[in-house]
């Protein structure tokens, strides 16, 4: 953002990075788009999990303040005419880094989470299908249930997701910051519809009363479920003006600023709006926006000034509601075979420049995206058998098969 000597500012990380202002000391307001990942100040991210893993005994090591509540803290325990929709909100475990972020049913055997519970850091290597596992119902049932997909093999070859990584400076790729993901046998007793509901409607909503937030947080009883009511949802807020807010996004449309209450492991949780059938899913809560002032003489930070909350970053259902079915329908490629196959038919096609050696990968991944993309077709960067037929069947059309 620009103040009035021209010096633009994005803080990471809690540090600056500025442009030299044309003339004398300045204040300059940063802004900070948290959207959890952990190389940016993870507000609502994912929070520890215990040592040893165990979902039925959650160990709070040290008190905790709430991440991002405005005004007064409204949380409070699911009111009885929602108590059925816990069966709908887990919790997701990840073994390997021992962190927890909050998930929920879209099907049967589909949950959707942040897409940085999953990939935190684009530094770290590709989590393995093992590393994860979900807790439906977690303050009542405790059971935990694995993800489909072969045990060690990489995760975003059987899950559906936004990105790998994101960037986390202007243009912040927050809208590609959700996740669908497989479970290995249907483990929800019911699952909330997603609605694609353009912003200015889910502002609307808001205004009448009817958006809410369902979330586990650390903070909260420790990792009971927590209802978040009233919620605003608004496009500006005192000293962030939309117009100026947009600039921060590659997709402000897919943004949604909400003041539920939020804390630690409540990424991941459902934006929810109250329709004639029930609660439906409009979005997912991802991180907190906020703002700071610093002084700079000459182009040095002199003094930085405490960061204010303005709100808190969702990820709209537009960005990912038409995904779901296409993950409902999928048949993942699994065995070593079929991606070799698939490798080949791409590095034909010019689209993959990778080893083909089975083994699905970040590249293998951009490649089908790239594909997809240059076939105008929806954007997944799933290695199906729907994607292995079309790639190989021109180019074995002689041979009157396609490699499997």
């Known amino acids: 953002m620009a103040d009035r000597d021209g010096a633009t500012a994005w803080s990471r990380d809690g540090e600056p990075s500025l442009r030299t202002p044309r003339r004398g000391p300045a204040v300059v307001r940063c802004t900070l788009a948290v959207v959890g990942l952990s190389s940016l100040l993870g507000l609502c991210a994912a929070a520890p999990a215990t040592a040893q893993m165990r979902p039925s005994r959650p160990a709070v090591s040290a008190p905790v303040q709430p991440a991002a509540v405005f005004g007064s803290d409204d949380r409070a325990a699911v009111p009885g005419r929602y108590r059925h929709l816990r069966e709908r909100i887990g919790l997701l475990f990840n073994a390997r880094t021992r962190s927890v972020c909050t998930a929920f049913c879209v099907a049967p055997d589909i949950i959707a989470t942040a897409g940085h ?16 596992q979900f807790a439906p119902n977690y303050e009542t049932r405790r059971g935990l249930v694995r993800l489909a997909g072969a045990g060690d093999g990489p995760l975003p070859q059987f899950a559906l997701s936004g990105g790998l990584a994101m960037s986390v400076r202007p243009p912040i790729e927050a809208a590609r910051d959700w996740a669908m993901l497989r479970l290995a046998q249907p483990a929800c007793k019911s699952a909330f519809a997603v609605r694609a ?16 937030q369902l979330a586990y947080h650390r ?15 608004e496009r500006n807020f005192p000293d962030a003006e939309w117009a100026v807010v947009a600039k921060d996004f590659s997709e ?31 979005g997912i809560n991802v991180g907190t926006y906020e703002q700071s002032k610093v002084e700079m003489a000459e182009g040095r930070v002199t003094r930085r000034g ?37 490798q080949q038919a791409l590095k034909q096609r010019g689209s993959f420049q990778g080893a083909v050696d089975g083994r699905f990968s970040a590249d293998l991944r951009r490649a089908i995206e790239g594909y997809e993309r240059a076939q105008g077709l929806a954007v997944t960067g799933l290695a199906t058998v729907a994607l292995l037929k079309r790639v190989t069947t021109p180019l074995t059309r002689a041979a009157g098969r396609v490699p499997g």
Do not use: W
Request: charged share 15%; aromatic share 6%; net charge neutral.
């Open 117 to 132: 519970c999953l990939y935190p850091s684009a530094a770290e290597r590709l989590p393995r299908v093992a590393d994860f």
């Open 252 to 282: 402000p449309g897919h943004i949604l600023l909400h003041t539920c209450d939020t804390g630690g492991s409540s990424s991941g949780s459902p934006i929810l709006v109250e329709t004639p059938t029930g609660p439906e899913v409009v």
């Open 197 to 212: 509901m353009p912003a200015d409607q889910v502002i609307a909503e808001a205004a009448a009363g009817r958006v809410f």
């Open 306 to 342: 405490k960061s204010e909350k303005v709100a808190n970053t969702g990820v709209s259902a537009l960005a990912f509601a038409a995904k779901l079915d296409i993950l409902k329908q999928a048949v993942i490629l699994s065995s070593p075979g079929q991606i070799r196959a698939l």
């Open 219 to 233: 903070d909260f009883q420790p990792y009971r479920l927590a209802y978040s009511s009233p919620c605003t949802v």
